[in-house]
């Protein structure tokens, strides 16, 4: 472990000052605890909703009155349940801004991820139950009533096709699957969402006795056309219409780091997109071939008037492309995404916890936030001495407005979960409470790889860090 303790000096910004109650970042919060709330409202009301569809329909009496009942109507009810959250996958894939700014893009993940998963399970398990409530009335095979299903329900060809195109989104959204995908595959595979969900929602009006109704059918129909809008709104024409408004470019390319290479981009009116140190954007450069994929970039410098700047590991090909990139490339992008801000903060002293290339939206936020020269720690781990990012900025850092930065170089830990290095001998809780004594007061900032975070984030809280204190941003998809 090494340490850099700098000799104090006053910091070039940020004035010590106690963050008045009626600031704009409790505003703010208030805010996003608003929409948050109002999110949890809608999905209990849409969940509402389908349970009165499939009780008014009957299901409740014909459960016990009819052979197949006590098969064919828990099927149903699984069915409309599994709608319903596909109808939520695609509003969080939307990437509604005051959802994204509320919830935090973490969390919409792992939202995302339980309920497309509880989706595609429920939606088999309706699959198999109606199949063997046909088998007990019709004396059927399995094969021979789903085949019966297939061949005679209006618009089953097409939900047997999303059904399979949702069951290979489900396998590749696996965490073994997800290994062994990069980004940009994972991604493309992961679009067929859309048209798996388009393919299976229709066959509900068509073919299911909840929705004979007219004002049944209007409402699903509504809910359907909605739900689309807000994707096609909000990940298509608002990025095409900012991306032509603002016209970022690539000013230059900068190599930090062996294998780290930082973009700096250039548009006009950039100011008006309220972009955030600590947010993420999805960048497409138009350097040739490929371009049309997207790649999550967080932005490692705070926006400043016109200029943007992020930075990257070279791992993969389209991370590696960044350094080929030439003066005056055109850009598209998506964003700002994500709250990994400043406004998630409930007090004045902070701990920065980075991992790897996670520096990159710490760096911005210890540059952009307003503290006192004793107020803030960062503890940076890497692989080697060499592989820390942005080394200098940070030691600038260091020596211009007291931030105290911990360097800890060394080879994640073997055979366990943990923020530390290999050779750390003692607890990871007990080892960051020496470091920060004071951690219960400190809003904690952590960037990292997947399993590091979480690692950190329990080392946090187990070291007397309030819940509420702990932002986590993971590198993972």
Not at 127 to 143: A, E, Q, W
Not at 275 to 293: K, L, M, N, P, Y
Request: proline residues 5%.
């Amino acid at each position: 472990m090494t340490e850099q303790i700098p000799n104090i000096s006053p910091p070039a910004f940020g004035v010590s000052r106690e963050i008045p109650s009626g600031s704009p970042f409790k505003k703010q919060r208030l805010n996003a605890a608003l929409v948050r709330c109002l999110c949890a409202v809608a999905f209990c009301a849409g969940l509402l909703f389908f349970v009165y569809l499939w009780v008014h329909d009957g299901a409740i009496v014909n459960l016990v009155a009819k052979p197949e009942g006590p098969l064919k109507y828990p099927g149903t009810l699984t069915g409309l349940i599994s709608a319903d959250l596909m109808f939520v996958q695609v509003v969080l894939m939307a990437r509604i801004p005051c959802i994204e700014r509320s919830v935090g893009r973490d969390r919409l993940v792992r939202i995302h991820r339980l309920s497309g998963f509880a989706s595609l399970n429920l939606m088999l398990a309706h699959i198999v139950l109606l199949t063997t409530s046909y088998v007990v009335r019709d004396g059927r095979s399995m094969l021979g009533s789903l085949w019966w299903m297939i061949a005679e329900w209006r618009g089953m060809m097409l939900a047997t096709l999303g059904t399979v195109l949702l069951v290979i989104v489900g396998i590749t959204s696996s965490r073994a699957a997800r290994k062994r995908l990069r980004y940009h595959s994972w991604h493309l595979l992961h679009l067929y969402t859309f048209l798996g969900i388009g393919l299976v929602v229709p066959h509900m009006v068509w073919a299911g006795s909840e929705f004979k109704r007219p004002w049944t059918q209007v409402c699903i129909v509504g809910l359907y056309v909605v739900t689309l809008g807000s994707l096609l709104v909000f990940r298509v024409a608002v990025p095409v219409l900012r991306s032509m408004r603002h016209r970022i470019v690539v000013e230059r390319v900068v190599e930090d780091a062996p294998g780290n290479v930082s973009v700096h981009l250039r548009g006009r009116g950039l100011d008006k997109l309220r972009a955030q140190a600590g947010q993420f954007f999805i960048w497409r450069f138009r350097d040739g071939r490929g371009w049309t994929r997207g790649n999550p970039y967080a932005l490692s410098a705070p926006p400043r008037g016109d200029v943007l700047r992020i930075t990257a590991k070279e791992v993969g090909v389209n991370s590696s492309r960044l350094r080929m990139l030439r003066p005056g490339t055109r850009v598209l992008f998506e964003g700002p995404y994500g709250r990994f801000t400043g406004e998630s903060r409930h007090g004045r002293k902070l701990t920065a916890m980075a991992c790897g290339i996670g520096i990159t939206p710490l760096c911005a936020l210890l540059k952009d936030l307003d503290y006192a020269a004793d107020e803030a720690v960062l503890l940076y781990r890497a692989s080697s001495e060499n592989d820390f990012v942005l080394r200098r900025e940070l030691d600038e850092l260091a020596q211009e407005r007291g931030v105290r930065i911990v360097y800890l170089p060394g080879h994640r830990a073997r055979g366990r979960a943990s923020w530390q290095t290999e050779h750390a001998g003692e607890e990871d809780h007990i080892a960051l409470q020496e470091l920060v004594p004071d951690i219960s007061e400190h809003d904690i900032y952590i960037c990292g790889p997947d399993a590091w975070g979480r690692s950190a984030a329990d080392a946090a809280r187990r070291a007397g860090a309030p819940a509420k204190h702990i932002h986590l941003e993971r590198f993972a998809f």
